[in-house]
T-cell receptor, first 114, second 108 residues
Framework: EPEVTQTPSHQVTQMGQEVILRCVPI?????FYWYRQILGQKVEFLVS????????KSEIFDDQFSVERPDGSNFTLKIRSTKLEDSAMYFC????????????FGPGTRLTVL | GQSLEQPSEVTAVEGAIVQINCTYQ??????LSWYQQHDGGAPTFLSY??LDGLEETGRFSSFLSRSDSYGYLLLQELQMKDSASYFC?????????WGAGTKLIIKP
């Protein structure tokens, strides 16, 4: 069964450093998303991506964040200068279509900023 | 603003039926999704309602009333493996807006 994969599973970084979180969405999916979940809290939308551009982003997704699809399979989230409050689980998801379609989530990357 | 309200915790007995409610206030509402998340795991899709009424998928059913901005997830014949957090999420264009989640505790 196809699945979304994410690497690394756990990333530890120093405050102010740049991190890149990687995702491989399901191959025939067209819509890609990043979400984050601070420990014990709800899942929060960050950004959606379609046709090589951002479709929508939340207020969390400020200038420190960027996304890219560098090739036909990878989808990355970059945080330019990490802050302590960026520590969270970051989930990548993909779907065949927008709106009402099921989103498939990857296993997540736990980011710890020290 | 956009918000979804659901109880923080529900406790039930193995083999019983439990209902998790969700009320929402969102603009550009397409439908209501339900996701399950086990501790330390990724959310997994359970069901989606775009229209009013009941959708049934095995032991799980989901209901939506657009006029009441309300939905619920019904879990029947509870099993210990159903112990997890359950999130309602409103679908809107390119994103899911999530509720805070309901932790379902199942006792033997």
């Amino acid at each position: 069964e196809p699945e979304v994969t994410q690497t690394p599973s756990h990333q530890v970084t120093q405050m102010g450093q740049e991190v890149i979180l990687r995702c491989v969405p399901i191959s025939n999916h067209l819509y890609f998303y990043w979400y984050r979940q601070i420990l014990g809290q709800k899942v929060e939308f960050l950004v959606s991506f379609y046709n090589n551009e951002i479709s929508e982003k939340s207020e969390i997704f400020d200038d420190q964040f960027s996304v890219e699809r560098p090739d036909g399979s990878n989808f990355t989230l970059k945080i330019r200068s990490t802050k302590l409050e960026d520590s969270a689980m970051y989930f990548c998801a993909s779907s065949e279509a927008s709106g009402d379609n099921e989103q498939f989530f990857g296993p997540g990357t736990r980011l710890t900023v020290l | 603003g956009q918000s979804l309200e659901q109880p923080s915790e529900v406790t039930a007995v193995e083999g019983a039926i439990v209902q998790i409610n969700c009320t929402y206030q969102t603009s550009g509402f397409y439908g209501l999704s339900w996701y399950q998340q086990h501790d330390g795991g990724a959310p997994t899709f359970l069901s989606y309602n775009a229209l009013d009424g009941l959708e049934e998928t095995g032991r799980f059913s989901s209901f939506l009333s657009r006029s009441d901005s309300y939905g619920y997830l019904l879990l029947q014949e509870l099993q210990m493996k159903d112990s997890a957090s359950y999130f309602c999420a409103s679908t809107r264009d390119y994103q899911l807006i999530w509720g805070a989640g309901t932790k379902l505790i199942i006792k033997p």
